[in-house]
């Protein structure tokens, strides 16, 4: 089935510098969801895109859903000690209310 | 508004015995889902239920069932575990289609 490939896998960074988080497909996408989990936690809604080329912002983090809606990304600038945590994308097939695929996600690890 | 609440929060069982695990959705949302997370496969899609009915399957085996009530709380079920079910079970409601998940704090299940 359709799924996404999401890059890297781990990221480790110095408190204060920008991470990026890729999440790539073979087919077109109807939309991509982001979602933060915290070690020990919960998968936690952050972010849905649908328009082709759409870039959201929240605070230090920049979403962009990619032209062709074959890729996105999720920009962290200057990272703090909070933002540690897996960030998965994720995308719903077709009309459905809760069945997302999710990608691998990334492991985020900052250090202080 | 209260949160998805998922019991227990964790759980010891044999193999070969079977388990069933609970989620109460945020009040208004009648979709519900249930998700698996392992090192190993990440997030991975179980079922998802609208008004009591099992609107899309995800790929385990028959011994993953589920169901969900009248008043929108659901329950999965795990017959005959096996070693390999010990996971975190994720479960998350939503609102409509192709709304944000909002997932609860999971059954931490271990199977000896």
């Known amino acids: 089935g359709q799924q996404v490939m999401q890059i890297p896998q781990y990221q480790h960074v110095q408190e204060g510098e920008d991470f990026t988080t890729y999440c790539n497909s073979s087919?077109?996408?109807?939309?991509i969801q982001w979602y933060k989990q915290r070690p020990g936690g919960h998968p936690v809604f952050l972010i849905q895109?649908?328009?082709?080329?759409e870039v959201k912002k929240q605070k230090r983090l920049t979403f962009q859903f990619g032209e062709a809606k074959k890729n996105s990304s999720l920009h962290i600038t200057a990272t703090q000690t909070t933002d540690v945590g897996t960030y998965f994308c994720?995308?719903?097939?077709?009309?459905?209310?809760?069945?997302?695929?999710f990608g691998q996600g990334t492991i985020l690890t900052v250090h202080p | 508004k209260a949160g998805v609440t998922q019991t227990p929060r964790y759980l010891i069982k044999t193999r070969g015995q079977q388990v069933t695990l609970s989620c109460s959705p945020i009040?208004?949302?009648?979709?519900v889902s249930w998700y698996q997370q392992t090192p190993g496969q990440g997030l991975q899609f179980l079922f998802e239920?609208?008004?009591?009915?099992?609107?899309n399957k995800g790929n385990f085996p028959g011994r993953f069932s589920g169901r969900q009530f009248s008043n929108s709380r659901s329950e999965m079920n795990v017959s005959t575990l096996e070693l390999g079910d010990s996971a975190l079970y994720l479960c998350?409601?939503?609102?409509?289609?192709?709304?944000?998940?909002?997932f609860g704090n999971g059954t931490r299940l271990t199977v000896t």
């Open positions: 998350a409601s939503s609102h409509g289609t192709n709304s944000p998940l909002h």
């Open positions: 087919t077109t996408l109807s939309n």
């Open positions: 895109l649908v328009k082709s080329g």
């Open positions: 994720a995308y719903a097939g077709g009309t459905s209310y809760g069945k997302l695929t």
């Open positions: 009040s208004g949302h009648r979709s």
């Open positions: 239920y609208f008004s009591e009915t099992q609107r």
